[in-house]
């Protein structure tokens, strides 16, 4: 035990400390992990040894022998997949490797944000970004959704008052393409309105696009970054959604005049050799057999949650269901406060996401929960699911009737 006392010196402006891990939930449907039966850990295996066997010698240099943008067979991949998945057309020069989409979202916001910015957002959104806006300074302006992503009508209404203010957004902030935590996808007639009111506005958009490879029927609109003409749009990308989170690797494709200004933010001097290298060499041959596969067995599992839900919940619990994804946006009835729910269900050994995490009206979110089914098995999802409705009962009173029973209140 340290007696040494850090308090005194520490920074100020610091994050509050960090908790201790405590292991996982016995069930868990938070964060935005994996089914870990679909990692291709053979496939990796064989790439990392071929990869090792032939070019292991080039670790002796930072970066490789492919620069400070990350390992180049990499970004050659990325190159090719995004033109013929997303329409992108872009070169290896204009993809940098980053440490997961995380370093990419503190990497764009570094380049753009300074404190009393103000950005435009969908209402829902992923907590990793409103974290780090709060923690910035930043003004987040919720844009409202509805089953087909972010409203255009709301978006320019929002544009509109920001100019009667003589506030410039420094960015509309999206995740078009199975939206974390609604699942929605946005239409292309409205990625061209959304880049029709950015442009008119001056205001550049950055597209989040982690989760676009996982569509159940793999047919995905065009990237806002493709379509674009003036060039004002930021793209990042991961295969954490794809291959694997803990790998830790994502990209931003940008052009050269912002990704210039993004590229001397990044002091690692380079994210993880190994992880680049196996993607390099696994992807080129099996990214596109590896894709369909692991899809299959998430929609598997988001039936198994929907199916579980109905029985448990009944129409206490109230969902759309997603084209693609690894998350279900559940809206249970307004009595029920799911960051109140939070504590009772964990002590249960079920992890939940509370709603007002992932919105930027509190409110809305209230009675809203996110619930993770890639990395749960089907079993855990059926008995997380069955122990919730218990836990929620007990709280909140609701549902009143569970599997189809009316149970007494105790
Ligand atoms: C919308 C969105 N962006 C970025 C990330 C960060 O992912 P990673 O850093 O693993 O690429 C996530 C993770 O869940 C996410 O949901």
Redesign the pocket.
């Known amino acids: 035990m340290s007696s040494f006392d850090f308090a005194p010196l520490l920074a100020p402006g610091l994050p509050p400390a960090a908790a201790k891990w405590n292991g996982f939930a016995q069930y868990s449907f938070v964060g935005?992990n994996n089914d870990p039966d679909h990692v291709p850990v053979d496939g990796l295996i064989a790439a990392m040894a071929a990869v090792l066997q032939r070019e292991g010698a080039t670790l002796a240099t930072y970066g490789l022998n492919s620069g400070p943008q990350g390992y180049r067979p990499l970004r050659e991949f990325l190159a090719a997949k995004l033109k013929r998945t997303a329409g992108i057309v872009c070169t290896a020069d204009e993809i940098l490797i980053v440490s997961?989409?995380?370093q990419a979202?503190d990497l764009v916001n570094g380049a753009l944000l300074t404190r009393g910015d103000t950005i435009i957002t969908e209402a829902e959104t992923?907590q990793?970004s409103l974290n780090r806006w709060t923690r910035l300074g930043v003004n987040a302006v919720g844009i409202p959704l509805d089953r087909d992503g972010m409203r255009m009508d709301a978006l320019a209404s929002a544009l509109d008052v920001l100019k009667r203010r003589g506030v410039r957004a420094k960015y509309v902030y999206t995740?078009p393409t199975v939206q974390?935590p609604t699942g929605t996808i946005l239409p292309e007639a409205r990625r061209v309105e959304m880049l029709r009111l950015a442009e008119q506005h001056g205001v550049p958009i950055f597209e989040?696009d982690?989760y676009s490879d996982l569509i159940w029927d793999g047919r995905r609109p065009p990237a806002l970054y493709s379509m674009s003409k003036s060039g004002g749009v930021i793209h990042i990308g991961?295969f954490?959604k794809s291959i694997a989170?803990a790998l830790r690797v994502?990209y931003i494709v940008a052009p050269w005049p912002i990704l210039s200004r993004v590229l001397p933010l990044k002091t690692d001097a380079g994210s993880g050799a190994l992880e680049q290298m196996v993607l390099g060499e696994y992807c080129p041959q099996h990214f596109d057999a590896h894709v369909p596969e692991l899809n299959r067995g998430l929609r598997k599992k988001l039936e198994t949650l929907m199916d579980a839900l109905n029985e448990q919940f009944g129409t206490a619990a109230e969902f759309d269901d997603p084209k693609g994804g690894i998350f279900l946006w559940v809206k249970l009835p307004d009595v029920v406060d799911t960051m109140k729910l939070y504590q009772p269900a964990l002590a249960a050994g079920v992890a939940i996401n509370p709603g007002p995490e992932w919105t930027t009206d509190k409110g809305y979110g209230r009675s809203r929960m996110r619930l993770c089914f890639a990395s749960p098995s089907h079993e855990a999802i059926r008995a997380g699911v069955a122990k919730l409705a218990e836990v929620c009962r007990r709280e909140f009173g609701v549902p009143d009737r569970i599997a189809n029973v009316q149970r007494a209140r105790v």
Request: net charge negative; glycine share 26%.
């Open positions: 935005g997961g989409s995380l979202l992923y990793g995740v974390n989040d982690c991961s954490s989170p994502g």
